[in-house]
């Protein structure tokens, strides 16, 4: 039978990451009397479907274990309803958690899952496909291209994002795109286009460091225009989220907008990469019942 508190998780997420932090997050429950429930995610969208199986089952909260992927998997299942999701972040990028507040630490972020306060966070479109962080197309896929490829010959997962990072950045490539959205438009040669609900991607780099995932607007960062030379030397400002000041930088804030590129590329939805451009970004405000620190 279903507990109350069911906790979702991935086994192959963070190389290990999470088979550890399972450990630790269900004795600790079990020391502290906490009844739960638990299922293990086997394959790539399964984690969506365990998810929509225990809301209809009774679930009065489900706490996800797992990387931004899995994260992501659970939150579509629990769209518009009043199920809460905690979330134990243990991949490889965990960039969902940055703007939420939740600490890295498995018990520091049970402590926030079990007794946290619960708020109606927005969710994203990227065409068809659902994201709550940040969707986006261009140097982010060409490094979580390479970042893959390194995933498979190393175990530690940032050494993995660094790898590929640096890897990208020897082959860098700019598209030809026309944007539009609401009230504006422009054509450039686009290295970068990320529209954020959340600040992150790529393992830490602050893409969209003025984002709100409670605020109703997605943030788009456009870098445009920018020679190699001038991409090496604005990438430290860009890890930093210090990359808005620099004249290559175009940002602002929305609820929709479209890009149409030359050659077409796939896009980075939430760090997974999936079908791509033409793309339309859509914000769908308080979408989702997330727990985060009160």
């Not at 507990?3 to 020391?31: C, F, K, M």
């Not at 809301?55 to 909260?61: I, P, S």
Request: proline letters at 5%; charged letters at 20%.
């Amino acid at each position: 039978m279903l507990s109350e508190l069911h906790l979702i998780w991935n086994p192959v997420a963070g190389n290990g990451a999470a088979v550890r932090a399972y450990q630790l997050v269900t004795d600790a429950l079990a020391e502290r009397g906490i009844a739960f429930t638990a299922e293990k995610s086997a394959y790539a969208g399964n984690a969506t479907e365990l998810a929509k199986e225990a809301a209809a089952n009774g679930a009065k909260k489900i706490v996800v274990l797992g990387g931004d992927g899995t994260i992501r998997e659970v939150a579509m299942a629990l769209m518009n309803t009043n199920i809460p999701l905690g979330i134990i972040s243990c991949g490889t990028g965990n960039d969902i958690i940055r703007p939420l507040k939740i600490p890295n630490d498995p018990l520091a972020a049970l402590e926030i899952a079990l007794d946290g306060e619960v708020r109606q966070m927005d969710a994203a479109m990227a065409n068809d496909l659902l994201y709550f962080n940040v969707a986006g197309f261009g140097f982010d896929v060409d490094v979580l291209r390479y970042v893959e490829i390194y995933k498979k010959r190393m175990k530690n997962g940032s050494l993995a994002y660094m790898r590929g990072l640096l890897t990208a950045l020897l082959h860098l490539n700019s598209r030809k795109t026309t944007i539009s959205w609401p009230g504006g438009s422009m054509e450039a040669q686009v290295l970068i286009i990320a529209a954020g609900n959340g600040t992150h991607f790529g393992g830490g780099m602050m893409v969209t460091p003025k984002a709100d995932p409670f605020d109703g607007l997605l943030d788009i960062c456009i870098i445009n225009n920018v020679s190699k030379l001038n991409a090496y030397l604005i990438l430290p400002k860009f890890l930093k989220g210090e990359h808005l000041t620099t004249k290559y930088v175009t940002y602002f804030k929305t609820t929709e907008l479209t890009a149409v590129c030359e050659p077409a590329s796939l896009l980075d939805v939430d760090g997974d990469i999936l079908p791509g451009t033409p793309v339309t970004f859509k914000i769908i405000p308080k979408a989702l019942s997330v727990v985060v620190p009160k």
